[in-house]
Structures are given as structure tokens and as C-alpha cells.
């Protein structure tokens, strides 16, 4: 069985922090058009990301961490790259969830909160 897209880290017991993280699994599309930046589609296991930035010193990953913290509403220092940072495939960690109640019910929404923030062609 694959990984899902969306997974969700609990936090730490004994830890000051009481909020998680979200780890999504990225396939990252450089140099695009910037009218095509943002989120291309989403599958149980994998979420495509459209950035205008190339892939050289970093700029398509600073691209990366700001699509997802206007779509999170969160500071660029809460999302972070913790895998693949030199490739296309990488694992996005937003931090500082809270998830309140059915962890199930909260990653639907976040599936429908990335559907429709989907680039239209």
C-alpha cells in the first residue's frame, strides 16, 4: 500500500508544544507559467505543485513553502521541506497543527481545502 498525501504527525508526548504536523507528499513542477503556480492535482498518495521559480539554489523550494503557507494561512518559517530538497519528490511538514476531534474528518477537509484551491488550466 502507498503512503497517503496527507499524513498526520501527532505531537510528542512530554513535549512543550501540544499541536502536530502535517507531512504532504509533493511532486514539484518547476518553471512553470506563473498563472499556473499553485496546486495542479491531488490523488490519494500524491499532490502536484506547479512553481514559476527554477530549480537552481533553492528557488523553487522557497516557491514551494509559500504556495502552501497562503493556502494554510500560516508564516513561510511554519512550512518546511524535511525530504527532497534537491528533488521533485518531496515531503512538505507544515507545523503547528492542531488537529481538534476525528483526525479523519480533518484530513477530508484538508483534501477539499486543496481541491479547490486547484490552478484551473
Not at 506563473?34 to 490519494?44: C, M, V
Request: aromatic share 4%.
Amino acid at each position: 500500500m502507498t503512503r497517503p498525501a496527507i499524513l498526520h504527525i501527532p505531537p510528542v508526548p512530554k513535549s512543550l508544544l501540544r499541536v502536530g504536523k502535517l507531512h504532504l507528499r509533493c511532486h514539484i513542477k518547476p518553471k512553470t507559467h506563473t498563472t499556473r503556480q499553485g496546486i495542479l492535482s491531488i490523488s490519494p498518495s500524491l499532490i502536484s505543485v506547479c512553481v514559476s521559480a527554477a530549480a537552481r539554489e533553492g528557488e523553487a523550494n522557497a516557491a514551494v513553502r509559500e504556495v502552501f503557507s497562503k493556502i494554510f494561512h500560516c508564516p513561510k518559517s511554519d512550512v518546511e521541506i524535511v525530504r527532497g530538497l534537491k528533488s521533485r519528490e518531496k515531503t512538505i511538514a507544515i507545523c503547528g497543527v492542531d488537529v481538534e476531534g476525528d483526525e479523519e474528518r480533518y484530513i477530508s477537509a484538508l483534501y477539499k481545502k486543496l481541491e479547490d484551491t486547484i490552478v484551473k488550466k
